[in-house]
């Protein structure tokens, strides 16, 4: 793949990368985690998809699609709850028992 084009993928993974994070972070907040542990769940989801993609390149087993497929559902989920669909300030408990 040519300089540019690996350039341009980089800096769009980090941009997906920062808003997956922040977006993660907001939800974590909202469901009532404060402090480290609101910044540990998306440390913990986006390095989860990071890890589970590299073992899907090696070993496609179910175990791994198994996990990635619960990543990338926490990671949509949170860039959907964020969106507006979800009250940020009335959390389901579902939802809070969930990121907890």
Known sequence: ??????????????????LSFAHLH?????AGQTGW?????????????VCVLHRLRVDRSVTAWFWFLIALVASLGANV????????????????????
Request: proline content about 5%; overall charge neutral; aromatic content about 8%.
């Open 1 to 18: 793949m040519p300089f540019k084009i690996r350039a341009v993928v980089l800096v769009l993974a980090v941009i997906a990368g920062s």
């Open 37 to 49: 542990k609101a910044w540990a769940y998306p440390v913990s989801v986006d390095l989860l998809l």
């Open 81 to 100: 709850a964020t969106a507006g669909v979800l009250d940020l300030d009335h959390v389901p408990a579902w939802l809070r028992i969930l990121v907890a």
């Open 26 to 30: 907001d939800l974590a907040q909202a």
